[in-house]
């Protein structure tokens, strides 16, 4: 299962959004993955997403696997959205 | 009574007892295991135990210093929950190597890609991910480390040497002063004691040997002086002397955000003198109008080759960011003299100062001039921008430094690359054959600065290094004062602004002078802008400039001491 997101917020996918992102997908037993510019990295890792730099106006693409994958996706897009970090493609 | 000198980098007296950072000693051996499963459960303990670690200091954090401070512990859990960085770990223990081992590696490897990266804000990862890779260690080797956040009372840090990482967690209204054994007047530490304005001593060398946890130590941080286990009488009298400098800096306080201006209504400009893009922070809290100086060397000192356009081109930004459209002079590269460069493999000369140094090497390695005027001209888009030359004898050196930026200004318009189209061009007036004819050179420049320093010790013919002539460095010198007045009428008289970055521009006898001569600029360490304002705030120009004449007319510079010390002082 598969969204994809546009970044919105000013500054790019940065500190306190991907904080919020990789926090709000930790407690999900799927496997998780998001991928920019051709690379792919765990999104429940914090390292992995600021090491792409994401930068606003990008569209990104998250990737969730198993039991609970849609709930996990639910999840991202109501972070994504209520926090300002971008919009549903 | 026990007496400890050091270098003085920040004023003010504090008394306190002493607060010991012992660095915990986390060497270990890089060894093949061959039990896989024990390695890993022992790396897995060492993850939980610092994973509760870190919530019990975070939940203190959080009482204490309130959500951002908190916060940076929250990042250090996420970093410590990351799967990527465990399962990286586990990986180079499958293929053999000791929890520690394995646990460095992979540190090491995420703080190389995030020191490269062109962000200040990435950068500062790197630190986090040492100081969890740290905490780690310490629990795989069952050492334990200290827990800076829970000093909860009045201290005095004493320490090998402070780094930033430790710094933020310091909680600074318990923290009264610093005491170090490494470090100089530009180390982290200093910059930091400026910052926060409590006193501070590097470069004791013994400090951590001597002082003992916990007694009462008073610091000077005028003299460099740190006394352990004061008698009665030695304690009295630095807590009277605490006392009045804390009454002097409450009335300096009340400047911070007042214009520079004379008491008869002359406006001037008060700038601050940096070396490091983090110095600017020192500027801002004292209220400097702007950057009269900003060195650049520090990005071509201790390291091992050339920065690169990148490199420079962030720093110049970051400066530029900071000061919010005020004027920053960017002087370029001015190597040579006392400040080498070993890997540029320069040949050693008889006369180093008056040697190959400065523009004289940027025009003959132009390679390296164009790298900095092109990190200069990208980043001049993040503020307000003026490039200074340092060291120029004759006119077609400035124009031809100028033409190399012309160029370069040029190269990027072609690129597609936005350039502002504002910067101003000047020089620094720092060879008395530049100050003679300055009258030619203010038609060219932009503005011109005079860089006192050099200037009396190129015009006494003194080397200033050396301690057996130092007494001819004498910025009351009537040679120096005339040089001056010539230097600020011929810009003038071509409608072009001085500005003055030498020690003499926050000197209390030279600032009445230079007042009446009207010098524009005054730039000088962040620590003097406040009493330079409030100084000039009490002068008036049209009073002084009654005086001028006479004092032009003495003979030596004891006579011109003597005089403003009698008439000009208030």
């Given at each position: 299962?598969k969204?994809?997101?546009?970044?919105?917020?000013?500054?790019?996918?940065?500190?306190?959004?991907?904080?919020?992102?990789?926090?709000?997908?930790?407690?999900?037993?799927?496997?998780?993955s998001?991928?920019?510019?051709?690379?792919?990295?765990?999104?429940?890792?914090?390292?992995?997403?600021?090491a792409?730099?994401?930068?606003?106006?990008?569209?990104?693409?998250?990737?969730?696997?198993?039991?609970?994958?849609?709930?996990?996706?639910?999840?991202?897009?109501?972070?994504i959205?209520?926090?300002?970090?971008g919009?549903?493609? | 009574?026990?007496?400890?000198?050091?270098?003085?980098?920040?004023?003010?007296?504090?008394?306190?007892?002493?607060?010991?950072?012992?660095?915990?000693?986390?060497?270990f051996?890089?060894?093949?295991?061959?039990?896989?499963?024990a390695?890993?459960?022992?790396?897995?303990?060492?993850?939980?135990?610092?994973?509760?670690e870190?919530?019990?200091?975070?939940?203190?954090?959080?009482?204490?210093?309130?959500e951002?401070?908190?916060?940076?512990?929250?990042?250090?859990?996420?970093?410590?929950?990351?799967?990527?960085?465990?399962?990286?770990?586990?990986?180079?223990?499958?293929?053999?190597w000791?929890?520690?081992?394995?646990?460095?590696?992979t540190?090491?490897?995420?703080?190389?890609?995030?020191?490269?990266?062109?962000?200040?804000?990435?950068?500062e990862?790197a630190?986090?991910?040492?100081?969890?890779?740290?905490?780690?260690?310490?629990?795989?080797?069952g050492?334990?480390?200290?827990?800076?956040?829970?000093?909860s009372?009045?201290?005095?840090?004493?320490?090998?040497?402070?780094t930033?990482?430790l710094?933020?967690?310091?909680?600074k209204?318990?923290?009264k002063?610093?005491?170090?054994?490494?470090?100089?007047?530009?180390?982290?530490?200093?910059?930091?004691?400026?910052?926060?304005?409590?006193p501070?001593?590097?470069?004791?060398?013994?400090?951590?040997?001597?002082?003992?946890?916990?007694?009462?130590?008073i610091?000077?941080?005028?003299?460099g002086?740190?006394?352990?286990?004061?008698?009665?009488?030695?304690?009295?009298?630095?807590?009277?002397?605490?006392?009045?400098?804390?009454?002097?800096?409450?009335l300096?306080?009340?400047?911070?955000f007042?214009?520079?201006?004379s008491?008869?209504?002359?406006?001037?400009e008060?700038?601050?003198?940096?070396?490091?893009?983090?110095?600017v922070?020192?500027?801002?809290?004292?209220?400097?109008?702007?950057?009269?100086?900003?060195?650049?060397e520090?990005?071509?000192?201790?390291?091992?080759?050339l920065p690169?356009?990148?490199?420079?081109?962030?720093?110049?930004?970051?400066?530029?960011?900071?000061?919010?459209g005020?004027?920053?002079?960017?002087r370029?590269?001015d190597?040579?003299?006392?400040?080498?460069?070993?890997?540029?493999?320069?040949?050693?000369?008889m006369?180093?100062?008056l040697?190959?140094?400065?523009?004289?090497l940027?025009?003959?390695?132009?390679?390296?001039?164009?790298?900095?005027?092109?990190?200069?001209?990208?980043?001049?888009?993040?503020?307000?921008?003026?490039?200074?030359f340092?060291?120029?004898?004759?006119?077609?050196?400035?124009?031809?430094?100028?033409?190399?930026l012309?160029?370069?200004?040029?190269?990027?318009?072609?690129?597609?690359?936005?350039?502002?189209e504002?910067?101003?061009?000047?020089?620094?007036?720092?060879?008395?054959?530049?100050?003679?004819?300055?009258?030619?050179?203010?038609?060219?420049?932009d503005?011109?600065?005079?860089?006192t320093?050099?200037l009396?010790?190129?015009?006494?013919?003194?080397?200033?290094?050396?301690e057996?002539?130092?007494?001819?460095?004498?910025?009351?010198?009537?040679?120096?004062?005339?040089?001056v007045?010539?230097?600020?009428?011929?810009?003038?008289q071509?409608?072009?602004?001085?500005g003055?970055?030498?020690?003499?521009?926050?000197d209390?006898?030279?600032?009445?002078?230079?007042?009446?001569?009207?010098?524009?600029?005054?730039?000088?360490?962040?620590?003097?802008?406040?009493?330079?304002?409030?100084q000039?705030?009490?002068?008036?120009?049209?009073?002084?400039?009654?005086?001028?004449?006479?004092?032009?007319?003495l003979?030596t510079?004891?006579?011109?001491e003597?005089?403003?010390?009698?008439?000009?002082?208030?």
């Amino acid at each position: 299962m598969k969204k994809t997101y546009k970044i919105t917020s000013p500054d790019g996918l940065h500190a306190r959004p991907t904080t919020l992102l990789v926090t709000a997908v930790t407690s999900f037993e799927s496997e998780v993955s998001l991928t920019y510019k051709d690379k792919t990295v765990n999104l429940k890792s914090i390292m992995g997403v600021m090491a792409l730099g994401i930068a606003s106006g990008s569209v990104m693409e998250v990737s969730a696997e198993g039991p609970d994958a849609k709930e996990l996706l639910d999840k991202v897009t109501e972070v994504i959205i209520s926090n300002g970090i971008g919009v549903e493609c | 009574m026990l007496e400890i000198n050091g270098i003085a980098v920040s004023n003010g007296i504090a008394v306190a007892k002493a607060y010991c950072l012992k660095e915990p000693d986390l060497s270990f051996e890089k060894v093949k295991v061959t039990d896989i499963d024990a390695e890993k459960s022992r790396l897995k303990e060492a993850f939980k135990k610092a994973k509760l670690e870190l919530e019990e200091i975070r939940e203190i954090a959080l009482r204490k210093f309130g959500e951002e401070k908190a916060a940076i512990f929250s990042a250090h859990l996420l970093i410590l929950g990351d799967p990527e960085i465990l399962g990286a770990i586990e990986a180079k223990i499958e293929d053999g190597w000791n929890a520690e081992f394995a646990l460095q590696e992979t540190s090491n490897m995420y703080i190389e890609m995030f020191e490269v990266m062109d962000n200040e804000y990435m950068q500062e990862r790197a630190a986090d991910i040492r100081d969890v890779s740290t905490r780690l260690l310490s629990h795989l080797l069952g050492i334990e480390i200290q827990d800076y956040s829970r000093i909860s009372t009045d201290v005095i840090i004493v320490a090998e040497d402070l780094t930033p990482s430790l710094t933020a967690q310091l909680d600074k209204t318990y923290v009264k002063g610093f005491i170090t054994d490494i470090g100089g007047r530009t180390s982290h530490s200093a910059i930091l004691a400026r910052t926060m304005e409590i006193p501070a001593i590097v470069g004791t060398k013994t400090a951590t040997r001597d002082i003992v946890q916990g007694a009462p130590v008073i610091i000077d941080g005028t003299s460099g002086k740190v006394i352990m286990n004061a008698t009665e009488e030695v304690l009295n009298e630095y807590m009277e002397k605490q006392k009045k400098s804390e009454e002097e800096r409450q009335l300096l306080e009340q400047y911070r955000f007042l214009e520079s201006v004379s008491a008869d209504g002359h406006h001037v400009e008060i700038a601050g003198n940096i070396g490091k893009p983090e110095d600017v922070e020192m500027i801002i809290e004292n209220g400097g109008d702007g950057i009269g100086l900003f060195r650049t060397e520090f990005l071509y000192m201790d390291r091992q080759e050339l920065p690169n356009e990148e490199e420079q081109f962030t720093a110049y930004k970051t400066v530029l960011e900071k000061m919010q459209g005020k004027p920053t002079v960017v002087r370029t590269l001015d190597i040579g003299g006392d400040k080498i460069l070993p890997y540029l493999k320069l040949d050693h000369e008889m006369n180093p100062f008056l040697g190959y140094r400065a523009i004289r090497l940027c025009l003959d390695k132009q390679d390296i001039f164009r790298t900095q005027l092109r990190a200069l001209l990208r980043a001049s888009i993040y503020g307000n921008l003026k490039v200074m030359f340092p060291m120029i004898a004759t006119v077609e050196e400035f124009r031809e430094a100028k033409a190399l930026l012309l160029e370069e200004k040029q190269k990027l318009v072609v690129e597609g690359i936005p350039v502002s189209e504002t910067i101003e061009v000047g020089m620094m007036v720092e060879i008395p054959s530049a100050a003679v004819i300055a009258d030619l050179f203010a038609q060219e420049a932009d503005f011109l600065s005079i860089g006192t320093n050099d200037l009396i010790q190129y015009t006494l013919a003194a080397d200033r290094m050396n301690e057996k002539v130092s007494y001819l460095y004498q910025p009351y010198h009537p040679a120096i004062i005339r040089l001056v007045k010539t230097v600020i009428e011929a810009a003038h008289q071509n409608g072009k602004w001085v500005g003055m970055c030498g020690e003499m521009a926050g000197d209390e006898i030279a600032i009445p002078i230079l007042l009446a001569l009207e010098l524009d600029e005054f730039s000088m360490s962040g620590p003097s802008i406040l009493n330079t304002r409030a100084q000039i705030a009490k002068l008036s120009k049209t009073e002084i400039a009654v005086h001028l004449e006479q004092i032009l007319s003495l003979t030596t510079a004891n006579e011109v001491e003597a005089y403003v010390k009698k008439n000009l002082l208030k």
